[in-house]
């Protein structure tokens, strides 16, 4: 069992076109890519996940795609999963919305406690985002969470957990002595000048942990 790596977009920072960048995370080995686009029309999204889908096929890679918020396009474009945050639909809707349409994505959720963990849990989660663990650009308001509280949350659900926020090959070796799932990052590969060679830099330091993930992440579909 290894712990996954997920690659998340941000349109605000990439020095390149969004499609390269993720392309390029899924060329290196990212295990999963998020499409987190707050403000692009709904077609916008549903085209980036369809081009995604078919360099997967293309290239014969492993790597699978999530949209951050956008059920419908995750539906639509008939891709692996959904990841939901705080204004998005909550869990328990999705959660219904999968079973009465047969759908067989998985579902995530963004939490920032131990409580917000385990009520996504009951609600239907398939797994969890915890952060930001480290000093983060993406949160410059709230102070991050540290090690001890991924942790806690690690060792409490019956989900898997994969930690977020200020994670690089210097410090993901840590972050996976939690026994976490899996990282998701940002900065570490889209602000790097080469996110190929970034995304294979960061699964070689992974690989190279000693430490087992308590929980798989979800099997997701070929």
């Given amino acids: 069992m290894t712990a996954v790596l997920h690659v998340i977009s941000d349109r605000l920072r990439n020095r390149r076109p969004i499609e390269d960048v993720l392309a390029a995370s899924l060329q290196g080995g990212a295990d999963c890519v998020q499409i987190r686009e707050k403000r692009a029309p709904a077609s916008d999204t549903l085209a980036l996940a369809l081009d995604l889908l078919h360099i997967i096929a293309e290239f014969s890679l492993k790597g699978q795609v999530l949209v951050n918020d956008r059920l419908d396009v995750a539906m639509a474009a008939d891709i692996h999963g959904v990841h939901l945050a705080a204004k998005s639909l909550p869990v328990a809707v999705a959660h219904d919305l999968r079973r009465r349409f047969s ?92 996110p190929l060679q970034a995304t294979r830099d960061l699964k070689y330091v992974m690989s190279k942990s000693s430490c087992e993930p308590r929980l798989s992440f979800p099997n997701l579909r070929d």
Avoid: K
């Fill in 103 to 194: 759908w067989p994505g998985v579902i995530g959720c963004s939490v920032h406690g131990l409580d917000e963990a385990m009520d996504a849990q009951r609600a239907g989660a398939d797994y969890v985002t915890f952060g930001h663990v480290f000093p983060s650009l993406s949160h410059t308001d709230r102070e991050p969470q540290g090690l001890a509280a991924l942790r806690r949350v690690v060792e409490n659900l019956s989900i898997p957990v994969i930690a977020i926020g200020g994670i690089d090959s210097s410090n993901v070796g840590s972050v996976l002595e939690t026994r976490c799932s899996g990282v998701a990052v940002i900065g570490a590969v889209i602000d790097a000048d080469n």
